[in-house]
């Protein structure tokens, strides 16, 4: 299967985004597979450890505009409560999926010309949708602010 070049470029800028997010405070990082035990990771300071963690589709994008937005300080609780440390935050790259109706907000800005499928403007893949990568970082940093790591 070939990726598409704006597909490259969004998944280049999420990274950019995420590392940023992830080196704006002091961190033991980055993980490597520990010298001690290859079944674990270790930081930095080769410090054992063990990710664990629970995930939900919609933990960066609304996936359902007829429901409440997500509300992922309390996912986070959960993940703390429940002593995880690790979460996958979930990105699509599609107006809808097979189980959500709209998703929401796209990496894209959506100027048109035309409408797409949905009936709302076409996406503009030369222009990144400044609302997803706020999220984005401020949700990597709300998780790495708790203890987690963040994979996406």
Avoid at 41 to 62: R, V
Avoid at 66 to 90: A, C, E, G, Q
């Amino acid at each position: 299967m070939k990726t598409s070049p704006s597909v490259l470029v969004l998944m280049s800028a999420i990274l950019k985004f995420a590392v940023t997010a992830l080196t704006a405070a002091p961190a033991t990082g980055p993980l490597r597979v520990s010298k001690e035990n290859p079944r674990y990771s270790a930081d930095g300071s080769g410090k054992a450890i063990y990710l664990t963690g629970s995930y939900t589709w919609t933990n960066l994008q609304e996936g359902d505009d007829s429901k409440p937005p997500f509300d992922f300080d309390t996912y986070l609780d959960f993940l703390v409560r429940h002593n995880h440390n690790f979460i996958r935050l979930w990105s699509w790259q599609s107006t809808g999926a097979w189980i959500f109706p709209s998703i929401s907000p796209p990496p894209w800005m959506r100027t048109g010309p035309g409408n797409a499928t949905d009936g709302k403007p076409k996406f503009d893949l030369g222009k990144f949708n400044p609302a997803y990568f706020d999220r984005l970082r401020s949700r990597v940093l709300a998780a790495r602010n708790r203890g987690m790591c963040v994979l996406r």
